[in-house]
């Protein structure tokens, strides 16, 4: 069936994933900072002035923004969807946000007689292109239940682990394992190339062993052959694990190695290159070691 679909944020992520709900069959309301994608135009996607429009329009409202300031803005801001909301309407955040605030943004959502899941994402650009993202819901089973569809044409791994937050706290964890991996892999191969090694062949025998991961194997590429335009840029990533270390703090409990991580990508951040893939970690570590891979 049809659904009146509202998408907020069309970015790298946004509009993949906006146009694979188009493609399913779905009519599209969006709204975003800046030019709307022109593939979702010809898909016949309607474009609205405001949030509040898309929440009028559409019956599930899709939010995509980069951080928690700009949920809040997109949500309760002025033109925001909260004004055209109604009840037994659904909004759903895929942003990767604070699960502290996703908690207080689903209970005033709840309160004008809406419903809510918190949905962040893993599995970067070629992920929301190829509708095989990973999927962290927070919320109800039964919003669960009705939105699922809808999820299964953006992505593949799709989990309800908890109540509302539980999706942003479980895509916190992932951002803590994806960059301490990504680190550990500019680490080593550094550490193999300023020995002497190929790290290119470096890489090849281990992904045979048990150190094999799929950061070493898409993000090791990328450090190798210095392929660092954005699927994931480091700013947003940066942004991520400091959302880890707020949140550790308010739980009382430490990060050490989070900690260490996030200071390599404020490194890159102070170098200019934030705009830069995530794997561009290594340059970090390559400043550190005062040698580059070759």
């Given at each position: 069936?049809?659904?009146?679909?509202?998408?907020?944020?069309?970015?790298?992520?946004?509009?993949?994933?906006?146009?694979?709900?188009?493609?399913?069959?779905?009519?599209?309301?969006?709204?975003?900072?800046?030019?709307?994608?022109?593939?979702?135009?010809?898909?016949?996607?309607?474009?609205?002035?405001?949030?509040?429009?898309?929440a009028?329009?559409?019956?599930?409202?899709?939010?995509?923004?980069?951080?928690?300031p700009?949920?809040?803005?997109?949500?309760?801001?002025?033109?925001?969807?909260?004004?055209?909301?109604?009840?037994?309407?659904?909004?759903?955040?895929?942003?990767?946000?604070?699960?502290?605030?996703?908690?207080?943004?689903?209970?005033?959502?709840?309160?004008?007689?809406?419903?809510?899941?918190?949905?962040?994402?893993?599995?970067?650009?070629?992920?929301?292109?190829?509708?095989?993202?990973?999927?962290?819901?927070?919320?109800?089973?039964?919003?669960?239940?009705?939105?699922?569809?809808?999820?299964?044409?953006?992505?593949?791994?799709?989990?309800?682990?908890?109540?509302?937050?539980?999706?942003?706290?479980?895509?916190?964890?992932?951002?803590?394992?994806?960059?301490?991996?990504?680190?550990?892999?500019?680490?080593?191969?550094?550490?193999?190339?300023?020995?002497?090694?190929?790290?290119?062949?470096?890489?090849?025998?281990?992904?045979?062993g048990?150190?094999?991961?799929?950061?070493?194997?898409?993000?090791?590429?990328?450090?190798?052959?210095?392929?660092?335009?954005?699927?994931?840029?480091?700013?947003?990533?940066?942004?991520?694990?400091?959302?880890?270390?707020?949140?550790?703090?308010?739980?009382?409990?430490?990060?050490?190695?989070t900690?260490?991580?996030?200071?390599?990508?404020q490194?890159c951040?102070?170098?200019?290159?934030?705009?830069?893939?995530?794997?561009?970690?290594?340059?970090?570590?390559?400043?550190?070691?005062?040698?580059?891979?070759?």
């Amino acid at each position: 069936m049809t659904t009146k679909i509202g998408f907020i944020g069309l970015g790298i992520m946004g509009a993949p994933m906006a146009l694979r709900l188009s493609q399913g069959g779905h009519q599209l309301f969006v709204n975003t900072r800046g030019e709307v994608n022109a593939e979702l135009v010809a898909a016949g996607a309607t474009v609205c002035k405001s949030a509040a429009d898309v929440a009028r329009q559409a019956d599930i409202i899709i939010t995509m923004v980069p951080d928690t300031p700009d949920v809040e803005l997109v949500l309760f801001g002025a033109g925001g969807v909260a004004e055209g909301l109604s009840k037994g309407k659904t909004v759903v955040d895929m942003s990767s946000i604070s699960p502290m605030a996703t908690k207080d943004f689903a209970a005033k959502i709840e309160a004008l007689g809406a419903e809510w899941l918190d949905a962040p994402v893993s599995g970067g650009e070629v992920g929301a292109k190829a509708g095989t993202l990973s999927i962290m819901v927070g919320g109800k089973p039964e919003t669960f239940e009705r939105v699922q569809p809808l999820f299964a044409l953006m992505g593949k791994n799709i989990t309800l682990v908890g109540g509302a937050g539980a999706g942003q706290t479980t895509k916190v964890a992932n951002q803590i394992i994806v960059a301490l991996n990504i680190a550990a892999v500019s680490e080593a191969l550094v550490f193999a190339s300023k020995a002497g090694a190929d790290p290119a062949k470096v890489r090849e025998a281990l992904m045979g062993g048990f150190a094999s991961s799929r950061i070493l194997e898409v993000h090791g590429e990328r450090m190798i052959k210095r392929t660092f335009n954005p699927g994931f840029r480091i700013g947003l990533h940066q942004k991520d694990l400091n959302l880890a270390l707020q949140s550790a703090k308010a739980l009382n409990l430490s990060l050490p190695n989070t900690a260490n991580t996030a200071q390599l990508m404020q490194a890159c951040a102070a170098q200019g290159w934030d705009q830069l893939d995530h794997s561009a970690l290594v340059r970090a570590v390559e400043l550190l070691a005062h040698h580059e891979l070759n």
